[in-house]
Structures are given as structure tokens and as C-alpha cells.
């Protein structure tokens, strides 16, 4: 069993930043795959980011090159630095593990 916990949500303008931090207990977040996700009002969670067991990561078109996906395996936890934020990337963001398991989601708010 694997519990996740998500933070760093809140409200920034636009151009702003913001880092969200998945934390994990229960198991070794090294030995699967992490994932964040987003879900926006009236619209499917979608995928935001990705990081596989060897580092590798991948984007959503929609977020490459703002968005940075990385895992501190000391500390068992999975971060989404998210740069240059847009009113479109508001929405609830979710971290993943192992496809399986789901944090209780934070809020991202994209407003000035």
C-alpha cells in the first residue's frame, strides 16, 4: 500500500512559478513509475508529466520546456516545478505511482 500525499498548490499570476511536492510512504517511490496529472473543471484528467524508474522523463506538448518533473529518492519524493504558468494549466493536480495509486489532488490557480 502506498499513500501520497500532495503540496505546494495555491494561487500565482500569470509568468508565475510554483512547486509541487508528492510525498510517499509506504513503499520506494524509486521502484516505480511517477506521474503527475491535472484535472480542470468540466474536462478529463490528463497526463502532465512523467518519470520512469531510470530518470527518463516525458511531457504533455502542452507544458514542455515550463514544466520539470524530478524525484529525490532520499527524501521519497516526486516534485513538479512548474515555470512560466498560463490561466490554462489551473486545475487540480494529482501525483501517480505505479499507475495504481493517487494522492488527494492540489489546487493550482493560474490568475491575476
Known amino acids: 500500500q502506498v499513500q501520497l500525499v500532495e503540496s505546494g498548490g495555491g494561487l500565482v499570476q500569470p509568468g508565475g512559478s510554483l512547486r509541487l511536492s508528492c510525498a510517499a510512504s509506504?513503499?520506494?517511490?524509486?521502484?516505480?513509475?511517477m506521474a503527475w496529472y491535472r484535472q480542470a473543471p468540466g474536462k478529463q484528467r490528463e497526463l502532465v508529466a512523467r518519470i520512469v524508474q531510470d530518470g527518463r522523463t516525458t511531457y504533455a506538448d502542452s507544458v514542455k520546456g515550463r514544466f520539470t518533473i524530478s524525484r529525490d529518492n532520499n527524501k521519497n519524493t516526486v516534485h513538479l516545478q512548474m515555470n512560466s504558468l498560463k490561466p490554462e494549466d489551473t486545475a487540480v493536480y494529482y501525483c501517480n505511482c505505479g499507475a495504481t495509486y493517487w494522492g488527494q489532488g492540489t489546487q493550482v490557480t493560474v490568475s491575476s
Open positions: 509506504g513503499s520506494i517511490l524509486s521502484m516505480y513509475v
